[in-house]
């Protein structure tokens, strides 16, 4: 179950299938032209995936989905501010901005953890079924993050980011795993179920040393 190296070394000369994931090319541009990729032609563009290593999809999906959610969260904001809605509903006035940078700030580290929690997930869930290894489902995953990139649209770029980042999920998994349909989409629905119990299994293994202390 050991991961791939991260780094990826591409033969001299030899162009990557992915513009990500050719070290040629200007970091920037190539990945726009992946996210492009990925949301014009998704089966193909998995199909072009490096078959080794996983640096290069945790990078782009870290910072595709960092960017993507902090879209939404500045859409949101927007809507909130121009309805004169409180910026967070479940907590007061006084606490919304202080909260809601600190969760700007952390953002990156919340996506990492999500990478590495659904890659994990997706390769429990996947492992009766077929084992192309954790290197694979961590590639899935990455490169799946590209949906989130729509968050930027206003009023539904929140729904669309989810719902665009979920059915890439599926095609990877259709095209890597070598599922069909509905079979990948149930190995996905599995997976984030279970990503959402390891989430509130560590919440809870950092919340209750802290509630015992503080109910001392």
Do not use: K, N
Not at 40 to 56: K, N, Q
Not at 101 to 128: D, Q
């Amino acid at each position: 179950m050991s991961l791939p190296p991260a780094h990826v070394a591409f033969p001299l000369g030899l162009e990557a299938d992915l513009p990500w994931e050719d070290p040629g090319q200007s970091r920037l541009p190539a990945l726009l032209r992946t996210v492009w990729a990925f949301l014009r032609r998704p089966g193909p563009s998995f199909r072009a995936m490096h078959p080794g290593g996983v640096g290069p999809a945790l990078g782009f999906g870290l910072l595709t989905g960092t960017f993507g959610m902090a879209a939404a969260l500045y859409s949101q904001l927007l809507m909130s501010v121009a309805l004169d809605l409180p910026l967070l509903r479940w907590t007061g006035s006084e606490f919304s901005w202080p909260v809601l940078f600190t969760l700007l700030l952390c953002l990156p580290l919340l996506v990492l953890i999500g990478l590495v929690l659904g890659s994990f997930s997706l390769y429990l869930v996947t492992w009766p079924w077929r084992r192309p290894g954790l290197g694979a489902a961590f590639r899935v995953t990455g490169y799946a993050q590209a949906g989130l990139v729509t968050g930027l649209v206003p009023v539904v770029g929140g729904m669309l980011a989810l719902s665009l980042s979920l059915y890439l999920r599926v095609r990877g998994v259709q095209e890597v795993f070598r599922l069909p349909g509905w079979r990948a989409w149930l190995a996905v629905a599995g997976a984030l179920l279970l990503e959402s119990l390891f989430l509130v299994a560590g919440g809870l293994v950092l919340l209750l040393p802290l509630a015992y202390l503080a109910l001392r």
